[in-house]
T-cell receptor
């Protein structure tokens, strides 16, 4: 089983709908991240959380919200989806014990299409 | 403004040759830089980390250099194989977060 699991893997929705992408991890890491990936733009940080009570905005948080339900779970919500939120979304974790040197562990991605 | 660039969107090389990928950054002073591999439809996978006080790091057929004066990292794959075909991302560890370049798609032709 994957250490970082994202659901759903693919989703097609319509403009204005509310969407939730879920992420769960079995690595025991405190730090979790949501990124979006667009062709030519690379990975851009949406939100990150360093523990259950800590939520921080990233580079492109407008139009998104998150919830850290437990150490192992971090959800991303689009309250009212719009077409330019069509992208590949990745959840990732890192080990705080290796703060600035530890690598990110990514999930397999959630491909979202907003029509 | 702060920016991370990777030399080209796509790079084609012949099997057996050395692939060299470039990562340039502006207006950052990172203490660490990482390289990741991403296969189509998959999440990125960590390959190597290099610190600002390290000039070079090696792992099997991979070699990374880090020049803080030029603000550049080079990523080399020696004796390249078709299985090395993937997108390679550089990432700067900046404060508590990771900032990624757009990636270079490498194709190793048999």
């Amino acid at each position: 089983d994957a250490d970082v699991t994202q659901t759903p893997r693919n989703r097609i929705t319509k403009t204005g709908k509310r969407i939730m992408l879920e992420c769960s991890q079995t690595k025991g890491h405190d730090r979790m991240y949501w990124y979006r990936q667009d062709p030519g733009l690379g990975l851009r940080l949406i939100y990150y959380s360093f523990d259950v009570k800590d939520i921080n905005k990233g580079e492109i948080s407008d139009g998104y919200s998150v919830s850290r339900q437990a150490q192992a779970k971090f959800s991303l919500s689009l309250e009212s989806a719009i077409p330019n939120q069509t992208a590949l979304y990745f959840c990732a974790t890192s080990d705080p014990g290796r703060a600035n040197t530890g690598e990110l562990f990514f999930g397999e991605g959630s491909r979202l299409t907003v029509l | 403004s702060q920016k991370i660039e990777q030399n080209s969107e796509a790079l084609n090389i012949q099997e057996g040759k050395t692939a060299t990928l470039t990562c340039n950054y502006t207006n950052y002073s990172p203490a660490y830089l990482q390289w990741y591999r991403q296969d189509p439809g998959r999440g990125p996978v960590f390959l190597l980390l290099i610190r600002e006080n390290e000039k070079e790091k090696r792992k099997e057929r991979l070699k990374v250099t880090f020049d803080t004066t030029l603000k550049q990292s080079l990523f080399h794959i020696t004796a390249s194989q078709p299985a090395d075909s993937a997108t390679y991302l550089c990432a700067i560890v900046w404060g508590q977060n990771f900032v990624f370049g757009p990636g270079t798609r490498l194709s190793v032709l048999p």
